[in-house]
Nanobody
Framework: QVQVVESGGGLEQDGGSLRLSCTASGRTFNTYTMAWFRQAPGKEREYVTGISWSGKTDYADSVKGRFTISRDNVKNTVYLQMNRLKPEDTAVYYC???????????????????WGQGTQVTVSS
């Protein structure tokens, strides 16, 4: 069982920045597709961004140009740099791993089989 742990959430003002980190266990982290999802109060969980084993990235339209996903395979860590934050970015952010190697394009429809507990991001207006 792969363990996924997020960190870095918090309270930030409108227009500010935060960086989330996510560490996943396993000796084959470099083959995982990693993604971030978020869930705001009263809303369904939504896909934010993903990064493939080869470093290809994908973003939801709502965060394009503001958020950047990256990975460090030596540290088994994926990062989410969030700039120009908006109040509507307020949500619990979840990191997810698709641990079965795939050549399919990164995106929301992959089978993400390991999930973290989530970290709260709150953006005040």
């Amino acid at each position: 069982q792969v363990q996924v742990v997020e960190s870095g959430g918090g309270l930030e003002q409108d227009g500010g920045s935060l960086r989330l980190s996510c560490t996943a266990s396993g000796r084959t982290f470099n083959t995982y597709t990693m993604a971030w999802f978020r869930q705001a109060p009263g809303k369904e969980r939504e896909y934010v961004t993903g990064i493939s084993w080869s470093g290809k990235t994908d973003y939801a339209d709502s965060v394009k140009g503001r958020f950047t996903i990256s990975r460090d395979n030596v540290k088994n860590t994926v990062y989410l740099q969030m700039n120009r934050l908006k109040p509507e970015d307020t949500a619990v952010y979840y990191c997810a791993a698709s641990t079965r190697f795939t050549s399919a394009p990164v995106g929301p429809s992959l089978n993400y089989d390991s999930w973290g507990q989530g970290t709260q991001v709150t953006v005040s207006s």
